[in-house]
């Protein structure tokens, strides 16, 4: 499926008018509870399949919503994001679509992507992070969430950062996102990726790129 990056933009940023809170951690549970939000482009149908949930399973409204949406709003972000990386000629698509451990290859190198909000636990600033780049992938592969893309796999992190420090919104920003990613691109080379070596003692490629606000 092809989408329509414009309209994905104009979906995702209808969130804004809401706080981002969780609640409570991801768990197997309420994903299973949220899982319509693979199916549910629009976001006045996420608003329809939250009320069904909420009548069905007598959840709190206001934490039911705020789980769906925020999953909701980092799948399609992610789904726009891997459309704008599979759209470069330096991108061949895995042959498995469900692979958990890889997104696409990179001049033959495979990578999984994930975009992440600038950690505030990170303990230090965002120009201390531009310059000790190691640093923070070695944070972000150490402090990853323990769910299904778990993994010490090749990576590539998109790290989003606002000045004004709503962090995640940028995730809504597509067109932001996407002259980043394409800009990485253009002028990728090999040498430019740090090797980190975790507890599975394998070799593991990963980078980042910015996207600033």
Known sequence: MTLILENIEKELKRRHQYSYK???KQNDAW??????IYQTFS?????QKI?????????????IFHYAANRWYNFWSAQ??????????????????????KDFYLFGIPFDHKTSVFPKQFNQTFEYA????????????????????HHLKNRLFIVVYDKNGEHWKLKAEISLLKRAIEKYLSGFRREQLHSFTFADEQQTLSDIIWVSK
């Open 130 to 149: 531009q310059t000790h780049k190691n640093e923070l992938i070695e944070w972000l592969y150490k402090n990853q969430s323990s769910q299904k893309r």
């Open 80 to 101: 726009a994001v891997q459309q704008i990386f599979a759209e470069s000629n330096a991108i061949e698509p895995v042959s498995e679509y469900k692979d958990s451990e």
């Open 22 to 24: 969780w609640f409570r």
């Open 31 to 36: 994903d299973n509870y949220t899982n319509f």
């Open 43 to 47: 976001w006045d149908a996420l608003i």
């Open 51 to 63: 009320a069904v949930v909420v009548e069905t399973h007598d959840f709190d409204k206001q934490q």
